[in-house]
């Protein structure tokens, strides 16, 4: 049941969460990925083990991490380990069950450009390769999340391989975990899944209020639209009042989120000064 | 993967029944230390056939396993004789009669080879002055592949490399761990670790089983995560005779009692009835041990507490919220942020 208003910041995380299924193992990043892990850990996967790539493993977050390795959000955690462990005996060897990643660019196969919009060194950087590229080849399964990203016929630089030219071609090249690869992708807009088969990027639910019309106009390629298209999934109120005990700052976009954020420790600075 | 409350805290009986097949592989998570002799004791009493063993440095562990009948080969880089110089070790007689198959290799090579399957790898590199010694010449059952070389691309240099080896079972024996199979283990690690994350199913005995904050309190204690664990065991002195630190020393009284089945005609077979097929569980070993030797001589071995200094954990804010209800980031209460909401943020009608 959803008995309060709720935003588009909010109808997003809480996609994401119901992403996680209780008992799964997930790496998480700062942002939006943390975000869905607390809600989901408080509401139907109290089991899953949410892990961050410094080594910080089945933590409870209780407030934003400031950055992977920020041991100050969570009270404890049960597994302390490091980071090349993370990726060679956690998720190379085949236990890491979902990844989730942030999106710059990505192409109809999932394959995603988190670098550089053409080649270095002058051209314009997106970030960096960070953890994507093995936890995109590895994790079971991959959840992708793009705000302000593009979707693009060709990348300039491709920096983590989803499903190469489509096809079997991943599966083919015996270089990825089997059965592995993006199986969604959520945006103000709309969710996008991968063709069981041509594993081609399809839209498969609308944002509520955004048209096919308005999803198409972003993107290049002429998209496939699933015959049922389905809606986004609605929040019920448990769901909104552990994102808001969380982390209120995330109901807003991130812009207002700063500003708020900025405008409150100024009135704190002038009430300390008065003290 | 979905894990259900509780559901991997078992029996040792049940443990083995449901996890080690006859044919496994299996390998001890203890290296030396705190043995996992409860779950070693079950494995023998099922009499699982055709066993490979990987026991680093063979002690008792190593000679039981193999007077069993249970093992058929082993993976090994030491092996005690118990026997003596006389009688020699189970484990050399059983390898000079044929009875038992062994791939020798090192320390570190042994090693290697489990790291290699703890990361997923194939191989890994280990060092090049392994290649003038006949522990890389002479080969056992993994014949050509029990070493092999290649080249570095870098130096041109030619490298010797191990297979990875991922056993069936691995069999360990810690401090604590909590229900859901995250294991706390202190002491002398040596192998531990990677013997554990190379498995693709590991049973873990503890001393105690403890709530999970326990664990949370102390991940740096941990050395194998709840999700990689098939099953938990609460057995209270599952590493006997073995010492295990915080809780007793090495059972010096009971090694001598060993000590002397290993010299006698036919004490082996004495001991194994005794102690191992004539009593269903650690619990009732223990019984017999206090019948046998008094409880003043198991109260000998019990450790004095010194404890390791507490790490802090502590962190600033439990929620978003302070303790009066105000959120840190916007300054307002939960009513003033729906207010904020109504007034910044992008509403959506999801009706």
């Given at each position: 049941m959803l008995s309060k208003k709720v935003t588009r910041e909010e109808l997003l995380v809480v996609a994401a969460a119901r992403q996680i299924n209780n008992g799964d193992v997930c790496i998480l990043g700062v942002g939006m990925p943390i975000i869905a892990g607390a809600v989901a850990k408080k509401t139907h996967a109290p089991e899953a083990?949410?892990?961050?790539?410094?080594?910080?493993?089945?933590?409870?977050?209780?407030?934003?991490?400031?950055?992977?390795?920020?041991?100050?959000?969570?009270?404890?955690?049960?597994?302390?380990?490091?980071?090349?462990?993370?990726?060679?005996?956690?998720?190379?060897?085949?236990?890491?069950?979902?990844?989730?990643?942030?999106?710059?660019?990505?192409?109809?196969?999932?394959?995603?450009?988190?670098?550089?919009?053409?080649?270095?060194?002058?051209?314009?950087?997106?970030?960096?390769?960070?953890?994507?590229?093995?936890?995109?080849?590895?994790?079971?399964?991959?959840?992708?999340?793009?705000?302000?990203?593009?979707f693009v016929?060709?990348?300039?630089?491709?920096?983590?391989?989803?499903?190469?030219?489509?096809?079997?071609?991943?599966?083919?090249?015996?270089?990825y975990t089997p059965g592995s690869g993006p199986a969604i992708l959520l945006t103000p807009k709309g969710i996008f899944k991968f063709h069981e088969e041509t594993k081609e990027m399809y839209l498969d639910a609308l944002f509520p209020g955004v048209s096919v019309e308005r999803v198409k106009a972003d993107i290049p390629w002429d998209l496939k639209v699933s015959d049922n298209l389905g809606a986004f999934p609605v929040p019920n109120d448990d769901e909104i009042a552990a994102l808001r005990e969380?982390?209120?700052?995330?109901?807003?976009?991130?812009?207002?989120?700063?500003?708020l954020v900025f405008e409150n420790f100024k009135r704190k600075m002038a009430g300390s000064k008065r003290n | 993967?979905?894990?259900?409350?509780?559901?991997?805290?078992?029996?040792?009986?049940?443990?083995?029944?449901?996890?080690?097949?006859?044919?496994?592989?299996?390998?001890?998570?203890?290296?030396?230390?705190?043995?996992?002799?409860?779950?070693?004791?079950?494995?023998?009493?099922?009499?699982?056939?055709?066993?490979?063993?990987?026991?680093?440095?063979?002690?008792?562990?190593?000679?039981?396993?193999?007077?069993?009948g249970s093992v058929d080969k082993m993976f090994s880089a030491f092996v005690?004789?118990?026997?003596?110089?006389?009688?020699?070790?189970?484990?050399?007689?059983?390898?000079?009669?044929?009875?038992?198959?062994?791939?020798?290799?090192?320390n570190f090579t042994y090693n290697a080879r489990l790291f290699a399957g703890s990361c997923g790898y194939s191989y890994m590199p280990v060092l090049e002055s392994i290649m003038d010694s006949d522990v890389f010449k002479v080969r056992g059952f993994m014949g050509d592949k029990k070493f092999g070389t290649t080249t570095c691309p870098f130096?041109?240099?030619?490298?010797?490399?191990?297979?990875?080896?991922?056993?069936?079972?691995?069999?360990?024996?810690?401090?604590r761990a909590d229900k859901f199979g995250n294991a706390q283990h202190w002491g002398g690690l040596g192998s531990t670790v990677h013997a554990c994350l190379a498995s693709k199913k590991i049973i873990v005995t503890c001393e105690e089983l403890v709530e999970s904050d326990v664990i949370k309190s102390s991940p740096h204690h941990t050395i194998v995560p709840g999700f990689r664990v098939s099953a938990v065991i609460e057995e209270p002195y599952g590493c006997h005779p073995f010492e295990l630190v915080g809780y007793r020393g090495l059972d010096t009284a009971m090694f001598s009692l060993i000590n002397q089945a290993f010299k006698a005609e036919d004490g082996l077979k004495n001991y194994f009835d005794e102690w191992v097929y004539g009593l269903p569980d650690r619990a009732a070993y223990m019984k017999h041990y206090v019948k046998i030797f008094g409880q003043q001589m198991l109260n000998n071995y019990q450790a004095r507490s010194y404890h390791s200094a507490p790490a802090n954990y502590g962190i600033p804010f439990q929620s978003g919220w302070d303790?009066?209800?105000?959120?840190?980031?916007?300054?307002?209460?939960?009513?003033?942020?729906?207010?904020?909401?109504?007034k910044k943020g992008e509403l959506v009608d999801v009706k």
């Open positions: 083990v949410l892990m961050m790539e410094s080594g910080i493993c089945d933590f409870e977050p209780r407030v934003m991490p400031m950055h992977v390795a920020d041991a100050s959000a969570t009270r404890g955690y049960s597994y302390a380990t490091d980071l090349f462990s993370v990726f060679a005996t956690i998720t190379h060897a085949g236990y890491l069950d979902k990844a989730f990643l942030g999106v710059g660019q990505i192409d109809k196969f999932g394959n995603i450009n988190t670098s550089y919009l053409g080649m270095p060194p002058d051209s314009p950087r997106i970030s960096a390769a960070g953890g994507a590229p093995e936890f995109y080849a590895y994790a079971k399964k991959s959840i992708l999340t793009m705000r302000g990203g593009a016929e060709k990348l300039p630089y491709l920096t983590s391989p989803g499903y190469l030219g489509g096809g079997n071609e991943r599966e083919a090249s015996g270089r969380f982390s209120p700052r995330a109901s807003f976009p991130s812009p207002v989120a700063v500003q | 993967m979905v894990v259900q409350s509780g559901s991997k805290v078992m029996t040792t009986r049940e443990a083995i029944t449901q996890f080690v097949k006859d044919g496994d592989s299996v390998i001890t998570g203890n290296y030396n230390e705190s043995m996992p002799m409860s779950l070693l004791f079950e494995i023998i009493r099922q009499k699982k056939k055709g066993l490979t063993y990987f026991s680093q440095s063979g002690s008792l562990d190593g000679e039981f396993m193999v007077f069993s005690h004789k118990w026997g003596g110089r006389e009688r020699g070790g189970v484990i050399e007689q059983y390898q000079r009669s044929g009875k038992l198959q062994i791939e020798d290799y090192t130096t041109g240099r030619t490298i010797p490399v191990v297979p990875a080896a991922n056993p069936d079972v691995c069999v360990l024996h810690v401090q303790h009066n209800g105000i959120s840190h980031d916007l300054g307002v209460d939960r009513e003033g942020l729906e207010q904020l909401i109504e």
